[in-house]
């Protein structure tokens, strides 16, 4: 029954918001009966399903939108505005019994009455709809002969009484338990049953069938007319064929049976697999260091067994690459919520609001997937609420009435950015100044000493708020400390930037998950760190004469080019090492943008198994990530653009 009701959940999630996408798009295109007959299953499917569980009266409200998407098929009632808003109130609804029956196995005490409200509206939209007639037949006849003569008997007798003859095929869906259809339960309904066969539809598995999958196709001949017969089949209508008994004739196609599902693999042993690469690649590390150490004493055996070594290392990075594939999921799957809330929002403050989002298939880790809806969520409903202004206000600044907010993923420095945009009244840092001042964040003199820049970071700081009244949706700044703390957590960073009058832009930049990246091991501080490979464009060894004073700090000349030099453990905090006869740099950036970073020694390349920062490495700055490497010991991964971009702003 576990088994069972995690199946329920995790399908009838997806069911949710499939019929919420697709009534979405149905309101932006009304003529779109590919959309109409999607939203129809969902709900079909997801009030079948609601049957197995004591869900009485999230069933009798689906049942009731179930209804009115019918007679939206049958062009019986228009999809018009106030139709749309309620099934997808439906939607909504179910989404939040769906989680209080998940979390406490029942739904919500006021889900009675809800459910009666939203069963009575639903049905206000289909008063005067006339009942369906009925379907058109599903299916071809090529089966209908092989049944004839295996019925022969059983039809030659029914045929003496003179009475109208149907034969019938049904192929249930796989998973029609799930849906909470009972193929037995629906044929015994049917009326005149006088023949009945049941074959496999696909061979049984040596290790006997899976649980819970519908494997058989039920042929049978009932001596009731046709039309009478779809009356009891009207549920599962695409899952079955009729034809009139003698003389078949031809059915059109319907759309048939629905597609195979992808293998459903429990997290825990995906992420075993993982745990197991990443692994693999950390002791190649390890047979990479004993090369090294039997190189001293047979250089002939060491460059056989490198050999060997290095194609380990290919391999190892394939097969980790490979297994964290199965870890990744596109972040339509954060977004895919969104355009819903952003609708109910901006109804709900009587705004008009365009969203639209890019890069749905841009994948990350799971882990970062699903921790980055509720940042979004509180970022979206500040922008709705504080960063759109009112239709008036926007005509009066010569802006369109529709205010424009636009969400936006692509993959970046190995992770991937999320940029949310609008093009509201933006913010105006010397009004953040006035407020911080106001509500005593920090003393009037340091507060007039912040750059715009920093005084746009100021929103980030907890119980900030601009807002002039509490209301219901968050304001502009209310709470953006509790999603820098989300996002941080899950290894990011945000930033902010705002145009008053022209909008506000947030960037959050993920880790795209655990990874294999190539790094140059380097000493600083006596400690030993990773620098990106990716990030260091050369490195050098020259006396220390060649570096210079420079105002407060220190240069030299590369190849004609003044490059500032900055000491590593500096950096961190640590104590520089006292410099030797030679100093050795590496190179960072390119053009004028170039900087060269004073280490005390440099180790060498590796390819690690990079990890976002966790426990108390999140969000501590200038961190990519960490590694263990093949002695054992731990490295931390250096973000050097982090570091240099924090001792600029110094």
């Known amino acids: 029954m576990n088994e069972l009701l995690e199946q329920f ?62 007679a939206l098929r049958r062009g019986a009632a228009a999809p018009d505005r106030v139709a749309m808003d309620t099934l997808l109130a439906l939607v909504g609804a179910s989404e939040a019994w769906l989680e209080s029956f998940a979390a406490d196995g029942r739904l919500p005490e006021a889900a009675e009455a809800e459910g009666r409200a939203l069963e009575s509206a639903l049905r206000a ?15 071809s006849q090529d089966w209908l002969p092989a049944l004839l003569e295996r019925e022969a008997a059983a039809i030659a007798r029914a045929r003496t ?29 049917l009326p005149g049953p006088i023949a009945l066969h049941i074959a496999p539809r696909e061979p049984w598995p040596a290790d006997g069938p899976a649980p819970f999958t519908c494997n058989i196709v039920i042929e049978a001949v009932f001596a009731a007319p046709e039309a009478e017969l779809r009356k009891g089949l009207r549920l599962v209508a695409d899952q079955v064929a009729l034809a009139p008994v003698p003389v078949p004739a031809p059915a059109p196609s319907g759309p ?14 995906v992420d075993a697999l993982v745990d197991l690469a990443g692994e693999l690649v950390v002791a190649r590390n390890g047979l990479a260091h004993l090369v090294a150490r039997v190189g001293e004493e047979n250089p002939a055996l060491a460059r056989a067994l490198a050999e060997s070594e290095a194609g380990i290392g290919r391999l190892a990075e394939r097969m980790h690459r490979t297994a964290l594939g199965l870890r990744l999921v596109p972040l339509g799957r954060a977004f895919a919520r969104l355009p819903r809330l952003v609708r109910e929002t901006a109804g709900g403050l009587g705004k008009e609001v365009t969203f639209t989002v890019l890069g749905e298939a841009v994948e990350a ?108 949706i968050s304001g502009r700044g209310v709470g953006m400390d509790a999603v820098r703390a989300a996002v941080e957590a899950l290894g990011g960073r945000v930033t902010l930037s705002s145009i008053p009058g022209q909008g506000t832009s947030v960037r959050l930049l993920l880790p795209g998950g ?47 080019r003044t490059l500032p030099v900055l000491r590593l453990a500096a950096l961190l905090g640590l104590e520089p090492a006292p410099r030797g006869a030679t100093a050795r740099l ?51 991964v250096l973000d050097l653009p982090d570091l240099l971009a924090r001792a600029g702003a110094a």
């Open 9 to 70: 959940l995790v399908e009838s999630r997806e069911l949710v918001q499939a019929a919420a996408d697709d009534l979405l798009a149905l309101e932006r295109n009304p003529g779109d009966p590919a959309r109409l007959d999607g939203a129809f299953r969902a709900v079909h499917t997801l009030k079948g399903s609601v049957a197995l569980f004591e869900l009485a009266p999230m069933g009798a409200a689906l049942h009731a939108g179930e209804d009115l998407l019918e």
């Open 125 to 139: 939209r289909m008063s005067g709809v006339a009942a369906p007639s009925a379907p058109p037949p599903a299916a």
């Open 161 to 189: 009484e003179g009475q109208a003859l149907t034969a019938l095929r049904y192929a249930p869906s796989p998973d029609c338990f799930f849906l909470g259809d009972d193929p037995v339960a629906t044929l015994r309904a």
């Open 256 to 269: 048939g049976l629905p597609a195979p599902r992808g293998l459903r693999v429990d997290a825990a042993r």
């Open 365 to 472: 880790d799971r882990t970062v997937v699903d921790g980055l809806f509720d940042p979004l969520l509180h970022l979206l409903r500040n922008a709705v609420d504080h960063g759109i202004e009112p239709t008036g206000a926007r005509e009066a600044a010569g802006k369109p009435r529709t205010g424009r907010i636009t969400l936006s993923a692509a993959r970046e420095d190995g992770g991937v950015a999320v940029t949310l945009s609008d093009d509201g009244a933006g913010m105006d840092p010397a009004r953040l100044r006035a407020v911080a001042k106001a509500r005593g964040v920090a003393d009037a003199a340091t507060i007039d000493a912040l750059d715009d820049r920093e005084a746009l970071d100021l929103v980030f700081r907890p119980g900030f708020s601009t807002a002039g009244a509490v209301t219901a």
């Open 514 to 560: 655990a990874a294999v990246m190539g790094v140059l091991t380097v000493r600083a501080g006596g400690e030993l760190y990773g620098i990106p490979a990716e990030t260091v464009a050369e490195t050098a060894r020259l006396p220390k004469a060649a570096i210079q004073p420079l105002g407060a700090g220190e240069a030299f000349v590369l190849r004609g």
């Open 586 to 636: 590496l190179v960072t950036g390119g053009g004028t943008d170039g900087v060269a970073l004073e280490v005390e020694g440099f180790g060498g390349r590796l390819d690690v198994l990079l990890r976002p920062p966790q426990g108390l490495l999140r969000g501590l700055p200038g961190l990519v990530g960490t590694a263990l490497l093949g002695d054992g010991s731990a490295l931390l």
